[in-house]
């Protein structure tokens, strides 16, 4: 449709799951369109994709913005964590797919969505658990934002994926292993399966159930031949 209408279309957000669907279609069969992905932020897991015909001639933007839900009362707020945000959102009966990133800081949440939602959202959203609320479009670049990450250095026998994500989740390699095969382990939003697979600098890593972190890069060699590797875990 994209290409017939010369004209770019979008997805609603996507998982991790949707993403690797689109990132394994056979891109011969995309005729004179190409892919591009978004969340509003450098390191956004959840997505929407562009589908952009290679003649386009016109700029264009993604159909989302972002907004920035704060307590009325900070002093006599509750503390409220992502899953509060989220199910507040969800309760006012929108669909997942309709929200990005939900990033939580300072008893603040940012949250992307789609456009075409924003002011509905503005206007219900009044109250998470007993705390009353304010959504408001967000003032700041939203592609500044980050999330707050953890540095994990280590040494590791090479930067093979399983190796690495043993040393970012303080856990064994034996352990860290099944969850790759198991499907449970993304990199840069596409499925990996094999333990071997090695990373590149600034990959960014997820794993279902763990969490997700980006590789740095590696520091050093050590006289035995292990590499000295750095990774910021989310948090």
């Known amino acids: ?22 990132h394994r279609l056979d891109r011969r069969t995309l005729q004179g369109v190409h892919i591009e992905f978004s969340g509003g932020y450098g390191t956004a ?30 002093k006599f707020a509750q503390t409220l964590t992502h899953r509060d945000f989220l199910g507040a959102l969800l309760h006012l009966g929108i669909e997942r797919s309709v929200l990005g990133d939900i990033l939580v800081k300072d ?15 503005m206007q219900e959203l009044g109250m998470i658990r007993h705390t009353a609320v304010t959504a408001s479009l ?27 994500i043993a040393l970012a989740f303080r856990t064994s390699r034996s352990q860290a292993a099944p969850l790759i095969p198991e499907g449970r382990v993304f990199v840069n939003g596409k499925l990996i399966t094999s333990n071997g697979f090695h990373l590149n600098e600034g990959d960014l890593i997820s794993v279902r159930g763990m969490g997700k972190f980006r590789f740095d890069r590696v520091l050093s060699t050590t006289k035995k031949g292990r590499d000295l590797v750095r990774v910021y875990k989310f948090v």
Not at 139 to 157: C, I, R, S, Y
């Open 1 to 22: 449709m994209a290409y017939q209408r010369d004209t770019v279309l979008f997805s609603e957000f996507l998982n991790l799951h949707e993403q690797n669907m689109i």
């Open 45 to 74: 897991e959840r997505q929407m994709a562009a589908f952009v015909p290679d003649a386009l001639c016109y700029a264009w933007n993604y159909p989302f913005v972002c907004l920035q839900i704060r307590p009325d009362a900070p």
């Open 107 to 121: 008893n603040c949440a940012i949250v992307f969505c789609l456009e075409k939602m924003a002011d509905f959202i």
């Open 138 to 164: 967000y003032e700041g670049d939203p592609v500044a934002l980050e999330p707050e990450t953890e540095e994990v250095t280590g040494t590791v026998a090479s930067v093979r994926l399983d190796s690495v």
